[in-house]
């Protein structure tokens, strides 16, 4: 059982507020990752669910029983640091007993979990290795043992994957996800990795100066991000934000129009907006098409041939700037004028407070 | 060979000597006979007699007068360079003197005693140890206890400093309380205040509380050394955080992370004030001094001092106890050196 509950979570320090109250509810078994900037509070929440540190407000419970006030080591958790904090002077086994030894577990019971976590990870052949002999991606594994042999009601991961190499980091990656499977155990995942968080998590929350944008699920998210935020945060390569006025809200959707020859009419309930609002209109790289005579004429400023796709750089008629994947290796070598057409479906529209204007009800359709 | 050679002869100047070669070793060998000269004539000192002591000019080196066995004496005779009257010059064994009148005998013929004036007479000497320089007062004169009593104020202090002054700083570098950098800022501040200005105090303190002519009364008022706070404070400071909420999260209680984390990786750090607390203790005289009053206490550098009387300093014995009292230290920068650099760079202390 690994049922965690945030009721109102705050953490000031001094004048400095960091957390404004954070409601969550994370079910057992299942993988929250937690996306932010950096300074977004990611990390002081999981201390503080770790119990490394306490909430100035707010409760946290794990099963239902209050723990804000308990210990670090009585809530039954386990963590993963971002430097490993694997401890320098021991061997992997003697790191990976300490926990153990620590609630005075029978010799021969530390024995069978030690090799039995190492079994699991593979790190059997370095046992009597300190740290510092050991790579950075046996570390990780190493700190990841280190959590698995308590077998906590939870797991708490700070940004694992942040000092490894990028080859190194998408097979730690897969790992932790088949560790994920097969344990079957709470995992909180804190990472500024939007990679890492789309291909791992169960949900997602989106974090901003201390507050949750949005949670969901990772696709979700992507395809309906509740505010601008959440819309330029998530998706690689950024999502466009063109700023845009309304010309006409009809029952089903919402004109806009804009420079360069800019017209559209996304499928939204614009029943709160009215023509002559500014909005902003996002756009995902990949949604852009290029076009020989219809849509929005663009000055091209840089093409990104990559392979499979090429990225163009773009500048709008009033100089807002645009990106483009296209597919394939199209003869956009050069710069120059261009046009992009899109699909009114695709479109994300946010109304000026940066809210999403809310799709279409399946009964309006 | 050949690479020590070579790096003896290079020069700045190739082949020729550049001015600067030769300040180097007028420097370099200045400083060598500087810093080792005292030292090598104490030690060469100390196996001196109490006459080659007083002796002008003074030698570097012990002599001993030599010494034969002659057949019909017990004991081995003092030899003598002699010249007789015939200006002939022999080599006589002296059986005794009354006044300034030598009885002498050849060795190669003993049954004939000559009668000598002192005055034409030249010891014979060969290099040799007065090695009851050390004997007698290490048998005799109790100096073995003083070595004992040395050795246990150094390594109970040091033992005690180690463990109170890790926790010290251990307390003033991962946990955060208010006035904690005030507390740090009164304990390096006491750095400035010399033993000679609290010596009067302090005496009463260690009178009160009953330490006084007792060990104890020596090892507790100096285990709590702000140079040692400070030194392993900063130190303490470099081990991360992470390895500290690792260990909380590890069931681990605030003594077991004192103890089984933070202790061991500040080992380098311990050696350091290890080092500085075992010469730091191995050499006080005043407090000792202060504190000691019967003579089975004493500590070697208060039983040196016993030499030096009122009426008469008995040189030799100072001069060989010194050299006793020197060695433990100079061991310890022998094998310790790396870690005493380090220790000094560290922390700007010494």
């Known amino acids: 059982m690994g049922q965690i509950s945030l009721q109102g979570i705050q953490r000031s320090y001094g004048a400095l507020k960091v957390l404004h109250g954070i409601d969550l509810e994370i079910a057992d078994g299942e993988f929250v990752v937690l996306v932010g900037p950096s300074g977004c509070g990611k990390s002081t929440l999981l201390r503080l669910i770790a119990g490394l540190d306490s909430p100035t407000g707010g409760r946290i419970s794990i099963n239902g029983t209050d723990v804000t006030k308990v210990s670090a080591a009585a809530r039954g958790l386990a963590m993963v640091f971002q430097s490993y904090a694997l401890y320098p002077h021991m061997t992997v086994r003697q790191n990976l007993a300490f926990g153990l030894e620590n609630i005075r577990l029978p010799k021969a019971e530390i024995e069978s979990l030690t090799a039995e976590a190492a079994r699991m990870l593979e790190i059997e052949a370095y046992l009597d290795r300190r740290p510092g002999q050991l790579s950075g991606g046996q570390k990780q594994r190493v700190a990841i043992g280190r959590a698995v042999v308590r077998n906590p009601t939870a797991f708490l991961l700070d940004e694992p994957l942040s000092n490894l190499d990028a080859e190194l980091r998408i097979s730690t990656r897969a790992e932790i996800a088949a560790l994920h499977k097969r344990l079957a155990t709470t995992m909180i995942y804190v990472t500024h990795d939007q990679i890492e968080a789309m291909t791992l998590a169960d949900r997602f929350v989106v974090m901003r100066s201390g507050k949750i944008e949005q949670v969901g699920k990772p696709l979700d998210l992507y395809n309906h991000p509740a505010n601008l935020f959440v819309a330029g945060f998530i998706g690689a390569p950024r999502m466009n934000l063109i700023e845009t006025v309304i010309s006409e809200v009809a029952a089903h959707s919402v004109t806009v129009t804009g420079p360069g020859g800019l017209a559209v009419a996304v499928p939204v309930d614009g029943s709160a907006l009215k023509a002559g609002d500014r909005v902003t209109l996002g756009v995902r790289p990949h949604d852009l098409a290029a076009s020989e005579d219809k849509g929005m004429a663009v000055n091209v400023s840089l093409v990104e041939a990559l392979g499979p796709e090429t990225v163009v750089h773009a500048a709008m008629a009033d100089g807002q700037k645009l990106v483009a994947v296209l597919s394939g290796q199209g003869a956009r070598s050069s710069s120059g004028n261009l046009r992009f057409s899109m699909e009114g479906a695709k479109l994300h529209l946010f109304d000026s407070q940066g809210q999403r204007v809310p799709d279409l009800q399946d009964s309006n359709r | ?350």
């Open chain 2, 1 to 350: 060979m050949s690479g020590v050679a070579s790096f003896l002869t290079r020069r700045r100047g190739g082949k020729a000597w550049h001015w600067t070669d030769i300040v180097t070793w007028v420097w370099l060998i200045g400083g060598l006979v500087i810093m080792f000269g005292p030292a090598i004539w104490l030690t060469a000192s100390s196996f001196k007699s109490p006459a080659q002591l007083a002796e002008f000019p003074p030698t570097v080196l012990p002599y001993v007068n030599k010494q034969v066995t002659v057949e019909g004496h017990e004991k081995p005779l003092n030899l003598f360079t002699v010249k007789m009257a015939d200006g002939t010059t022999r080599q006589l064994a002296e059986v005794r003197r009354i006044g300034i009148v030598a009885q002498m005998i050849d060795p190669a013929n003993p049954g004939e005693v000559i009668k000598i004036n002192i005055a034409e007479r030249v010891p014979v000497r060969e290099l040799g140890l007065a090695t009851e320089n050390y004997v007698t007062p290490l048998q005799q004169n109790d100096f073995l206890l003083y070595l004992r009593n040395s050795v246990f104020v150094t390594f109970a202090a040091t033992i005690i400093t180690l463990l109170t002054n890790s926790m010290a700083a251990f307390a003033l570098s991962k946990y955060k309380f208010p006035g904690r950098d005030l507390v740090l800022l009164i304990i390096v501040g006491t750095l400035m205040v010399p033993l000679s200005v609290v010596l009067v105090p302090l005496y009463s303190v260690v009178n009160a509380v009953g330490l006084f002519d007792s060990l104890w009364g020596i090892i507790l008022p100096t285990v709590a050394t702000p140079t040692g706070v400070f030194l392993l404070r900063q130190y303490m400071l470099t081990i991360p955080d992470e390895l500290l909420d690792a260990a909380r999260m590890d069931n681990a209680t605030e003594w077991q992370i004192y103890w089984r984390i933070v202790l061991p990786l500040a080992a380098p750090a311990l050696a350091v004030l290890a080092i500085f607390s075992v010469v730091w203790r191995w050499n006080d005289f005043l407090w000792p001094l202060v504190v000691l009053s019967r003579k089975e206490l004493y500590t070697l550098q208060v039983g040196l001092n016993t030499y030096a009387g009122e009426l008469n300093v008995q040189w030799h014995y100072i001069l060989a106890m010194t050299v006793v009292t020197m060695i433990p230290v100079v061991l310890v920068f022998v094998f310790l050196q790396k870690f005493i650099t380090s220790g000094i760079a560290g922390s700007g202390l010494k």
